[in-house]
């Protein structure tokens, strides 16, 4: 695999690298719900999502649902499907409990989806720090053949979320992906390497290993949220 | 003063860091750069890293939370009431997830709050008392 960060001017720590490159190649590979040319063709939309008109003009209204036209493509997937990665790439505050379950119609019941968020989601992530720090975008990964490995969690419960989660205690967002270990999994490696680790987390005041403060973190955690209009 | 606009934040290189959270969320390159190149100077190469990261993080965590629908767990639900009405969060499309609590409960969680931020606030002045002892 290309060494990742490779153009960046800044100097990449040895753990962000290592967590982008496992989560990198992960994609390639057959997830739970999706094969692996699914998968990257799934972050190849959700890359491409940022330069969709369509997604532009749906996003300036006040409406997503009248805005007719047609999405800027980067694979042959079904609509339906491109139409869902395209929205939680560039309007995921404004989904509705009626828009995922129209997806089921179409093949994409509770656990793809949650597949393809997690697909979504660390994909935009890994750009935005490419992004931040200089480098080009990782390039997209060959598919690994094989069919989906149909994991899921034990037990699932509703908690008024558009889908079940996993059951337990810990906060709802780590649990929100939980249909699909593989993407809680990515969440997390993510997370440690991006943000802090859980431990790291709960002890307020402090930073860490990391070079900012942590008001200094969560002023950006919260600058980037508001941006997002995401209330959680 | 010391820390320039940061004190409008009251954060250190508060400005900076919003600047560069901006700039990449709008893709901005010209802005990123310039943005970057100011914490780099300011703060130092590890500190522009790391404020990228941070910025990645919660791309990935918002459209987690929006996209599958997750309401705010009830802990901070309560205990952030008066952030929500200060930082107008309620005109967010997502908020409609999570219930508004009736106005016992965000009494509740006002004290709360300001049970929490007091005892931070003496725990940080007990940390400073500490280490000028040590030193």
């Not at chain 1, 007719?68 to 980067?74: D, I, K, L, Q, S």
């Not at chain 2, 400005?15 to 390159?29: G, S, T």
């Not at chain 2, 943005?35 to 500190?47: H, K, L, Q, S, Y």
């Not at chain 2, 767990?73 to 929500?84: E, G, K, M, N, S």
Request: net charge neutral; glycine share 10%; aromatic share 4%.
């Amino acid at each position: 695999m290309t060494e990742l960060f490779r153009d960046s001017p800044l100097p990449i720590r040895d753990d962000l690298r290592a967590a982008h490159e496992r989560v990198w190649q992960r994609l390639a590979r057959p997830g739970s719900a999706w094969t692996g040319e699914t998968r990257v063709a799934i972050a190849a939309e959700a890359r491409v999502a940022g330069t969709c008109s369509l997604c532009r003009e749906r996003r300036e209204a006040v409406s997503p649902a009248p805005v007719a036209g047609e999405h800027t493509r980067a694979s042959e997937l079904p609509e339906a499907i491109v139409d869902a990665v395209h929205r939680v790439s560039t309007d995921a505050s404004r989904i509705t409990q009626a828009f995922v379950d129209s997806l089921a119609s179409a093949g994409v019941d509770a656990r793809r989806y949650a597949e393809l968020v997690g697909i979504v989601a660390c994909l935009r992530s890994m750009d935005a720090v490419c992004f931040g720090v200089g480098a080009r975008p990782h390039p997209l990964p060959t598919p690994e053949a094989g069919e989906p490995t149909g994991d899921a969690p034990a037990r699932s419960e509703s908690i008024g979320a558009f889908i079940p989660v996993v059951e337990g205690r810990l906060p709802a967002v780590l649990r929100a992906l939980g249909l699909c270990p593989d993407a809680v999994r990515d969440m997390q490696e993510l997370g440690e390497a991006h943000y802090l680790g859980h431990d790291e987390i709960v002890r307020l005041g402090r930073s860490g290993r990391r070079a900012l403060t942590r008001p200094q973190i969560e002023l950006v955690a919260s600058r980037v949220s508001a941006l997002n209009e995401c209330f959680y | 003063m010391a820390n320039g606009d940061g004190a409008k934040t009251g954060v250190a290189h508060g400005h900076e860091l919003l600047a560069l959270a901006d700039a990449i969320v709008a893709r901005d390159r010209a802005a990123t750069e310039a943005a970057r190149d100011e914490i780099v100077r300011t703060m130092g190469a590890a500190a522009a890293v790391d404020a990228a990261c941070v910025v990645g993080n919660f791309e990935c965590m918002n459209r987690i939370a929006d996209a599958t629908g997750i309401a705010l767990d009830a802990a901070p639900a309560l205990v952030t009431t008066d952030i929500q009405q200060e930082m107008g969060l309620r005109r967010f499309a997502s908020a409609g997830r999570t219930r508004e609590l009736p106005g016992w409960q965000r009494g509740v969680g006002r004290a709360l709050s300001r049970l929490a931020h007091a005892g931070l606030t003496l725990r940080g002045r007990l940390r400073g008392l500490g280490s000028r002892g040590r030193s």
